[in-house]
């Protein structure tokens, strides 16, 4: 085997320094996001005091168990190809409540494609300041294509979620329930009520929050994508915002339990339960100004929830079983909003989804090229060592 001389290993030493410090050099990006973790949008540089003009916007991602940061996605200030801008305004409290698609696989959020600095953004039109819909996977690749020029006009744009991350629900201060392909300018109004704030899907339903008739309710039935949808109420909440709905009563069919975050008396996180079709109150825990909202259900006696305020992180373990009434519990804090930042709306880290099974045919078929590729390679570094008198 030939060895390399002396200049030419200089010159790979040289080339590998080269090719590190170059490396070095790239802007980081963000990494994946682990599973189980927690990612909460949040508006403010912690440099600039929030105001009612545009803010940069921030995903940061946290872990449950103690507060922890894991680290922080930037979303884009700039225009870069086809993505626009996602700008929130600093001190517009339904704004920024952040969801999972129904799949795990991506987040779903809101904003305006305007600049920093911007004001009077909430009395804009969105033909001039279109309303953009964020879409970041769980390998944190973002995606702002979306810009509508027909939603939440002269008001904010507060939610959105999708089913399978192609397609959209949306909601804003106007405009109604609008559901949209992501990538398009567009959108169709499913709703004659306008005025909405978290827009959900549990179990194969559309659900949404509204301070108009203060209330969680099911929009249409299923997944609709056509107008004429209307508001069925599941139960009435003074000032709902974020909330969670989940299966936990064996006797019960269907989701059967529903938490609100209500941010009205100083704030509170409701608990309902619905038995033989009629929903009623299991008390509520004190969480001041909490809007946003997840959980995850461990089993039907143990189901942790995480709350957003403008200033804080806070947990409540509801272990009081699916028929229990939460009043005598309490939330903990995990951890504070940097000094002039807020937390909007929290949700669940994506996941990414599983690779793709090989068929035991398609497996077969590969061991075979193996097999192949290995033979003719051990079949010509057989010859050539023949042709040099090796």
Known sequence: MERLSRPGISALVTLTVWAVTWAAAIPSVASPFTPGNLVIYRVGDGVAPLSNTGSPVFLDEYRPDVGTLVQTIPLPTAASGADHR??????????????????????????????????????????????????????????????????AD????????????????????????????VGTTT????????????????????????GTTPSVGEVGTGLP????????????????????LADLNANEPGLDTLYVADDSTMGRINKYQRVAGAWSALGSVSCAGCRGLTAVVSDPNSVALYATASGSLRRFVDNFGPSGDISTGATALLTNAPLNTAFRGVALAPIAPPPPSVPAASREVLMLLVVLLAA????????RRRGSGS
């Open 86 to 151: 996602l700008v929130a305004v600093g001190n517009s409290i339904p704004e920024g409540l952040l969801t999972r698609s129904s799949d795990g696989r991506f987040l779903f959020l809101t904003g305006y494609d305007a600049s920093l600095g911007a004001a009077n953004l909430l009395a804009s039109s969105a033909a001039s300041v279109p309303r953009v819909v964020g879409r970041v996977g769980a390998d944190a690749v973002i995606d702002t294509r979306t810009a509508l020029t027909d939603a």
């Open 154 to 181: 002269a008001s904010s744009p507060r939610s959105a979620v999708s089913f399978e991350g192609n397609a959209f629900w949306f909601t804003g201060g106007t405009g109604g329930v609008r559901y949209a392909l």
């Open 187 to 210: 959108s169709t109004q499913l709703t004659t009520l306008t005025n909405f704030r978290q827009i959900q899907v549990f179990g194969g339903q559309l659900y949404a929050s509204t």
């Open 225 to 244: 994508i056509a107008a004429g949808q209307t508001l069925t109420v599941l139960v009435s909440s003074a000032s709902p915002y974020g909330f969670f």
């Open 376 to 383: 003719t390679c051990a079949w010509g570094l057989t010859s």
